[in-house]
């Protein structure tokens, strides 16, 4: 295998019916995607809600056509070839309530394995096995209409392993699950790759501490586009030369962050909103420009809480290739759909 | 899951052989096996089923048979809405859980996950429909035992193997028909409730659940043919009934090629709409997308 994923110029568009008397309008979810997943690569796709990466996904597992290029996984394509990609791959989506709330948990699983061929002997042992590992042997003849959706949810990531894909993609795996529970999913899934050099995993998520700590390589994601990929250590290597402050404030009472952005020196600014506060970050070209801000603060009768200097993250990254924080362009979204 | 939860087993995350995986007609019957399971099990585990699929058409039956008996009608007919009461049953699990199924696997994620599988869709329909008629199967023969039992009905089979036949030919034609539906309810959507309502009552009409279908005219027991369920009840009544022969629509033999006839195009039509719905599935996206 050459490639575990290889996207060239891949891009997608929706057509978005209207009413009886409107034209349908086009949504673009995806657009010139290039990428290249080596086979025993952790690859990651940072975005925020709504940036096309579960498009992308549905595309891989041969659930959707690209409107533009083409995509291949496991050296085949995806398009042309879905009867020889759909062997090789696995999908786990967050959130998702497949499988029958009548069956035990056991049942289930055994019900989707046998889609993929494996025999019953060998699909019951891998099972057992895998429950273990996400702590859920106690559940094994429990109806899944009786589990938590934590607990529903590390079902979901058995399934996608039971059947030992070269390449599963993972769309927000760990959608849902506690902390202690996140933790330990994301052990697994390294160890898994890392058993063994022809497995490869997609994974999708809006979790900047998941991609930083579980991906070998990240695409950050946003309208569709790839707006950068390398390792989580080069990306933050962008800003090494910056430096990243993260000031909570007095509430800003509508003032915004605009006030800032136009300082020399401002790279950018990230605003959130907390309770009886406000946190900014800036990336600023380097560490005298904090006296600036220091001064527009207090002419602007803004009281500084706690000013903190730190590394940067992949946060940073985002908000320095598009300008605004994951939390912002969420919000912005959800602004603009309702 | 805790801290301290166990190692992830060796064989989980090591280089090992990869799993043998089975492929072709192997598959294809894994795939039904395992879709029929959760309808097969399902019977078992959720009781209420008995009162709402049994203990309900009796009554309608029931009803049937004291109108039929104050106007002292042939008894026959006792037999013969019996019968009908039974095959009730196949026709609301096609209407109802058949036909919608897809639908409601859109609706919680399966379909994505089985077009995903490197399984045939088909094959997944085929075990929705062998699971579903392994359980009406079980009803149907509930009705048709208590209610033979509590009125009395005496049968007398001119063609056990012709019984047989027909009987089966009727179930082909009529989960073809289901399968084919499937793809249609999904393609329509949110529209397919309508059309299970709609559909209900006319049918119990026209393929004539409760008294024989010859009653309606030649042309509209014809056009009811299209049902598998109209010609299949009047060859059942026909091989069933000392004077069957007499109340029947058509022959038995002419009946039988009709089923055999719907057979083959409501399986063709299914495989074909199936493949047309994964193909707009795939184009469009909208298919597998959930509303959830």
Redesign the interface.
């Known amino acids: 295998m050459n490639f575990a994923i290889r996207t060239e110029n891949l891009g997608r568009v929706?057509?978005i019916r209207g009413g009886k008397k409107t034209e349908p309008k086009s949504l673009t979810a995806l657009q010139d995607v290039n990428l290249e997943v080596q086979p025993g690569e952790l690859f990651g796709l940072l975005g925020p809600n709504g940036a096309g990466k579960t498009?992308l996904i549905?595309i891989l597992?041969?659930?959707?056509?690209p409107t533009t290029g083409r995509a291949w996984v496991a050296d085949f394509d995806a398009v042309k070839e879905p009867?020889k990609v759909?062997?090789r791959?696995?999908?786990v989506?967050g959130g998702?309530?497949?499988?029958?709330g009548?069956?035990t948990v056991r049942?289930n699983l055994?019900?989707?394995s046998?889609?993929?061929?494996?025999?019953s002997a060998?699909a019951n042992q891998?099972i057992r096995?895998?429950l273990?590992?996400?702590?859920?042997s106690d559940r094994l003849n429990t109806?899944s209409s009786d589990l938590s959706t934590g607990l529903r949810q590390?079902m979901n990531i058995v399934r996608g392993?039971l059947?030992?894909p070269d390449v599963l993609f993972l769309d927000e795996p760990t959608l849902g699950?506690d902390v202690?529970?996140s933790?330990?999913?994301r052990r697994?899934i390294r160890?898994?790759v890392?058993?063994?050099?022809?497995r490869t995993i997609l994974l999708t998520t809006h979790y900047m501490v998941e991609a930083d700590e579980l991906c070998d390589r990240v695409a950050i994601i946003n309208r569709g586009r790839v707006l950068a990929c390398d390792t989580p250590t080069n990306l933050k290597h962008r800003l090494q030369r910056e430096a990243i402050f993260r000031l909570e404030v007095s509430p800003l009472n509508g003032k915004g962050a605009q006030m800032f952005e136009n300082l020399p020196g401002v790279r950018n600014v990230a605003h959130v909103e907390q309770d009886g506060s406000s946190v900014l970050e800036f990336i600023l070209e380097n560490d005298d420009v904090v006296g600036a801000v220091v001064n527009t603060m207090t002419s602007g009768n803004i009281h500084i809480l706690n000013l903190q200097k730190r590394e940067p993250t992949l946060e940073d990254v985002f908000v320095d290739l598009v300008g605004r924080s994951m939390e912002e362009v969420e919000r912005t979204q959800e602004e603009e759909a309702a | 899951m805790a801290t301290g939860v166990p190692a992830a087993p060796s064989t989980l995350t090591t280089p090992a052989l990869r799993l043998d995986k089975a492929g072709g007609w192997k598959l294809f019957l894994k795939t039904v096996g395992a879709r029929a399971y959760p309808r097969v099990i399902g019977a078992q585990r959720e009781k209420s089923w008995m009162f709402f699929e049994i203990f309900l058409p009796l009554l309608a039956v029931a009803a049937y048979v004291f109108v039929y008996r104050a106007i002292q009608a042939p008894e026959e007919y006792i037999g013969f809405v019996i019968v009908g009461g039974a095959m009730t049953a196949f026709w609301m699990n096609i209407l109802w859980s058949m036909s919608s199924q897809l639908y409601w696997e859109k609706e919680t994620g399966n379909l994505a996950l089985y077009i995903m599988a490197p399984n045939s869709m088909m094959a997944i329909l085929l075990g929705m429909a062998f699971g579903g008629l392994f359980m009406t199967s079980v009803r149907a023969l509930v009705i048709f035992v208590v209610g033979s039992w509590l009125f009395q009905v005496q049968y007398q089979v001119t063609s056990f193997w012709q019984l047989f036949v027909v009987f089966m030919l009727t179930m082909i034609a009529l989960y073809g028909m289901g399968m084919m539906a499937a793809s249609v309810f999904l393609l329509l959507s949110r529209e397919a409730w309508h059309i299970s309502n709609l559909a209900q009552e006319p049918v119990y009409l026209m393929s004539g659940f409760y008294f024989p279908v010859k009653n309606l005219g030649f042309v509209t027991a014809l056009a009811a043919s299209f049902i598998p369920l109209t010609v299949g009840l009047d060859a059942l009544r026909q091989l069933a009934f000392p004077s069957g022969s007499s109340l029947g629509f058509l022959s038995v033999q002419v009946e039988i090629a009709i089923l055999i006839g719907l057979s083959i195009i409501f399986l063709i039509g299914a495989r074909w709409l199936l493949a047309y719905m994964e193909k707009l599935a795939i184009r469009e996206g909208r298919l597998t997308e959930s509303r959830r």
Do not use: C
Not at chain 1, 61 to 65: E, H, S
Not at chain 1, 114 to 119: D, E, I, K, R, T
Not at chain 1, 194 to 198: E, R
């Open positions: 929706y057509k498009t549905k597992t041969t659930l959707l056509a009867d759909r062997p791959i696995n999908m989506s998702e309530s497949s499988g029958y009548l069956l049942e055994w019900m989707f046998q889609f993929y061929g494996l025999s060998v891998r096995d895998l273990e590992v996400v702590g859920m109806k590390k392993f059947t030992d699950l202690g529970a933790r330990e999913v697994f160890s898994w890392d058993g063994d050099a022809t």
